[in-house]
Each structure stands twice: as C-alpha cells, then as structure tokens.
C-alpha cells in the first residue's frame, strides 16, 4: 500500500507570491489533516478535511485554505506569503471516521522557504 | 495556551538502559494519546497509543503508561538503542468533539548513546 504522497519536497518562494501543497493520502483514507511544524516547535494544527469538508480547523489566520476533492486529495493554499510562513508543511492522513481516534500516517512533509 | 505539553526537549540515555519521556497535558476532553517518532527529512511515525480506559499500554520495547488524576502520560523504551535516537512527539486527541484533530506537544529530541 503507498504511503502518504507530498508533492513537492521542497519549495523557495518570495513575500507577498502565494503557494500550493498537494497531499495524496493512503487509499481508503478519507480524513486528511494539515500540520505546520517551525524549528524548535511541535506540529500546529491548520485544519482537517473528511469526505471534502472541512470539518476541524486550527487557530492560522485566512491566508492559510485547504480543500480536499472527491478522491481524498488534498490541497493547502498560502497567500500572501509571509517569512515566517517558512516551516515543514505535514499532511498526514488517517482512517478516522469520526466515531474514534486512529493513528495518522503523515507524509515527509514540503519544506517551504520564504525569502 | 499549550495544551499538550513535553517540558523536557531533549534526553540523552545509554544503550541498553531505560528512556522514560514525559508529556502533560491540561485538557481533560482529551480521551485518546498517541506517540510519534520523527526522524530528520521524514514525517512523524505512529509508535504506539493509550485510550484514557487504559493506564498502560505496551507494544515490544514501548511502553506508554497514563495517569488521568494528574494529567500526565509516559513513553518508556526498555532497552533503548542507538536506532531510537529520533524526535518523540507526545499528541492528544479527544473522540466525540474533534476526532480529527490532534494536539501535539514540542516534542523530546532522544539520543541514545552506543
């Protein structure tokens, strides 16, 4: 079974330009989570989708959107990119059907550089 | 206000002898807590869970104790190898209100010496 796909490993992107992160999550996966993780930080929750609604979100401000589209793919949006927007971006996720918890399965993450 | 808390970000152990890492948390809905390793360049690994009707749970060389009075869990790999030497992160969930959603500490930067 492939594991979770993050695409692309590394981006370098300049102030105010806006990003996109794309997420595959385990087939039969349908919750997909988003997570920031800066130096020195744990991972911060942005938000989670299932069966393409978002349904629990983390304190980032408007700038930061996702979505996820009827195939459990998922896409993370940054506008008007901020330096210290630099961080490893983790997708991960998990079979979570609301009812329980489950472990997540996370991707190697997209290292983003604002400069 | 961080709600999951690892106040020991590193911890530097023997081969062959006991790492205990330690993670406190302050929100009692949490009902679910899982461990994660993290190598450098990859992402986060599940390692193993503890359910808030357990007090232990053990996998292998893992153990993870919880004690709900004080709000307090435990990691414990015995005995512990060069190969554990990673970042272990300490998360929270809580099942009825975001099952979804887990709270991560810092995380606690293992070495394990040869």
């Known amino acids: 079974k492939a594991g979770v796909t993050q695409t692309p490993r590394y981006l370098i992107k300049t102030r105010g330009q806006q990003v996109t992160l794309s997420c595959s999550p385990i087939s039969g996966h349908r919750s997909v989570s988003w997570y920031q993780q800066t130096p020195g930080q744990g991972l911060q929750f942005l938000f989670e989708y299932f069966s393409e609604t978002q349904r629990n979100k983390g304190n980032f401000p408007g700038r930061f959107s996702g979505r996820q589209f009827s195939n459990s793919r998922s896409e993370m949006n940054v506008s008007t990119l901020e330096l210290g927007d630099s961080a490893l971006y983790l997708c991960a996720s998990s079979y979570n059907t609301g009812t329980g918890n489950t472990e997540a399965f996370f991707g190697q993450g997209t290292r983003l550089t604002v400069v | ?114």
Request: aromatic share 12%; proline share 5%; with cysteine.
């Open chain 2, 1 to 114: 206000d961080q709600q999951v808390k690892q106040n020991s970000p590193s911890l530097s152990v023997q081969e062959g002898r006991i790492s205990i890492l330690n993670c406190d948390y302050t929100n009692s809905m949490f009902d679910y807590f899982l461990w994660y390793k993290k190598y450098p360049a990859e992402g986060p690994t599940f390692l193993i869970s503890i359910s808030s009707i357990k007090d232990k749970n053990e996998d292998g060389r893992f153990t993870v104790f919880l004690n709900k009075s004080a709000k307090h869990l435990s990691l414990h790999i015995v005995p512990s190898q060069p190969g554990d030497s990673a970042v272990y992160f300490c998360a929270a969930s809580a099942r009825d209100t975001n099952a979804g959603k887990s709270t991560f500490g810092d995380g606690t930067t293992l070495t394990v010496k040869p």
